[in-house]
Antibody, heavy 115, light 106 residues
Framework: EVQLVESGGGLVKPGGSLRLSCAAS????????MSWVRQAPGKGLEWVGR??????????YYAAPIKGRFVISRDDSKNTVYLQMNSLENEDTAMYYC??????WGQGTLVTVSS | EIVMTQSPATLSVSPGERATLSCRAS??????LAWFQQKPGQAPRLLIY???TRATGIPARFSGSGSGTEFTLTLSSLQSEDFAIYYC?????????FGQGTKLEI
């Protein structure tokens, strides 16, 4: 069975940090550009950023509200992608999904930023 | 940043009817457009990519059309399980963006 499983979400105070993981089973991530998308409670989808394959340089791209605070990385040996989130703000509260291509989505992990 | 605008925000239809959802891009995205369906408590599901190609397992009652800046998702003969929120997304450049969604309700 093909699965993407996110983990690492939880409650964090404003200004804090959190690292999310996205582990794949049943498919390889090494030849895929991977994205993170988030959804605030009751709101629409917001693209966070993506990382290219190592072959394409492992280049990262971020949405404007994210740039400079979040870092996407990958470890192809572990078939895992990461989202390091720093300087978290209340507005970062959301369900975070990882995506392979457009077709494979994880179930999401909830991040709550609150004092 | 390419801004995607969906209309209407909410569409009320009855089972068996046809629904037409629109998505407009602030600049051309060629055919690099996808449609997703999301039901409460679930992750989005890919319906259409490259503006008009159905994803694997998607019923033929879902169809997409358009190119450039104007796109349409058509659902013919609505089924009860089709009532959900639909999002368009462009992937024409390095910065992907979503529309704000259209809620399809009974």
């Amino acid at each position: 069975e093909v699965q993407l499983v996110e983990s690492g979400g939880g409650l964090v105070k404003p200004g804090g940090s959190l690292r999310l993981s996205c582990a794949a089973s049943g498919l390889s991530l090494s030849n895929a550009w991977m994205s993170w998308v988030r959804q605030a409670p009751g709101k629409g989808l917001e693209w966070v950023g993506r990382i290219s394959t190592k072959t394409d340089g492992g280049t990262t791209y971020y949405a404007a509200p994210i740039k400079g605070r979040f870092v996407i990385s990958r470890d192809d040996s572990k078939n895992t992608v990461y989202l390091q989130m720093n300087s978290l703000e209340n507005e970062d509260t959301a369900m975070y999904y990882c995506i392979r291509d457009l077709n494979y989505w994880g179930q999401g992990t909830l991040v709550t930023v609150s004092s | 940043e390419i801004v995607m605008t969906q209309s209407p925000a909410t569409l009320s239809v009855s089972p068996g009817e046809r629904a037409t959802l629109s998505c407009r891009a602030s600049q051309s995205v060629s055919s690099n457009l996808a449609w997703f369906q999301q039901k409460p408590g679930q992750a989005p599901r890919l319906l259409i990519y490259d503006a008009s190609t159905r994803a694997t397992g998607i019923p033929a009652r879902f169809s997409g059309s358009g190119s450039g800046t104007e796109f349409t998702l058509t659902l013919s003969s609505l089924q009860s399980e089709d009532f959900a929120i639909y999002y368009c997304q462009q992937y024409n450049n390095w910065l992907y963006t979503f529309g704000q969604g259209t809620k399809l309700e009974i």
